[in-house]
């Protein structure tokens, strides 16, 4: 059974730095997309960073620059480094994992390309 659990969220102000971990038990990472995705409230899910089958990154236009997304096979955990926060990405951030291959391009397009998830966990930045 396949378990993503997120960390790291909080609130802070405007400026502000934090760190997402996302810990997989059960997943074995095989090259697979590894991907951030965040929703706010009344708006869809979004993605946020990603992680191709190619090691290539991708990022929302929305973040680039600020937002770094990375990960540990190790231990097995997915991290996005989120620099210079605007209240813009207060939002609920989801890490997600797949068993889909594919480009960065490809992995941040759609939720749908990923078939785990974790359960969340809460950005507020406030100005």
């Known amino acids: 059974q396949v378990q993503l659990v997120e960390s790291g969220g909080g609130s802070v102000q405007s400026g502000g730095s934090l760190r997402l971990s996302c810990a997989a038990s059960g997943y074995t990472y095989r090259g697979y997309c590894m991907g951030w995705f965040r929703q706010a409230p009344g708006k869809e899910r979004e993605g946020v960073a990603s992680i191709g089958s190619d090691g290539s990154t991708r990022y929302a236009d929305s973040v680039k620059g600020r937002f770094t997304i990375s990960q540990d096979n190790a231990k097995n955990t997915l991290y996005l480094q989120m620099n210079s926060l605007k209240p813009e990405d207060t939002a609920m951030y989801y890490c997600?994992?797949?068993?889909?291959?594919?480009?960065?391009?490809?992995?941040?397009?759609?939720?749908?390309?990923?078939?785990?998830w974790g359960q969340g966990t809460q950005v507020t930045v406030s100005s």
């Open positions: 997600a994992a797949s068993i889909t291959y594919g480009s960065g391009d490809y992995c941040i397009r759609s939720q749908y390309h990923y078939n785990y």
